[in-house]
Nanobody, 117 residues
Framework: QVQLVESGGGLVQPGGSLRLSCAAS????????MNWYRQAPGKQRELVAS???????NYADSVKGRFTISRANAKNTVYLQMNSLKPEDTAVYYC???????????WGQGTQVTVSS
């Protein structure tokens, strides 16, 4: 059974930083692409960052230069370091992966990030 468990969200002031973590189980973590999505109220879910072992990470234009995705394969964990946070970064952040065999999508429960003074 695949499980993705996010942590690290919270309330932060504009310009601040947060680090999100996603612990995965039930998958061969090293071969899976790991993604971070976010969904703000009234908006569609959007891809924020992706990390595949052996490849350069990909970022949404809106977070380039501010967010960094990294993975610790030995810990089956993916991180999202978020710096210089803006109010428009406020959203529920979700960890995601797809089975490389079946294409099935797996999602975490989400963690709320609120950027406000």
């Amino acid at each position: 059974q695949v499980q993705l468990v996010e942590s690290g969200g919270g309330l932060v002031q504009p310009g601040g930083s947060l680090r999100l973590s996603c612990a995965a189980s039930g998958i061969i973590f090293a071969i899976n692409t790991m993604n971070w999505y976010r969904q703000a109220p009234g908006k569609q879910r959007e891809l924020v960052a992706s990390a595949t072992s052996g490849h350069s990470p990909n970022y949404a234009d809106s977070v380039k230069g501010r967010f960094t995705i990294s993975r610790a394969n030995a810990k089956n964990t993916v991180y999202l370091q978020m710096n210089s946070l803006k109010p428009e970064d406020t959203a529920v952040y979700y960890c995601n992966t797809q089975s490389p065999l079946s294409g099935e999508d797996y999602w975490g429960q989400g963690t709320q990030v609120t950027v406000s003074s």
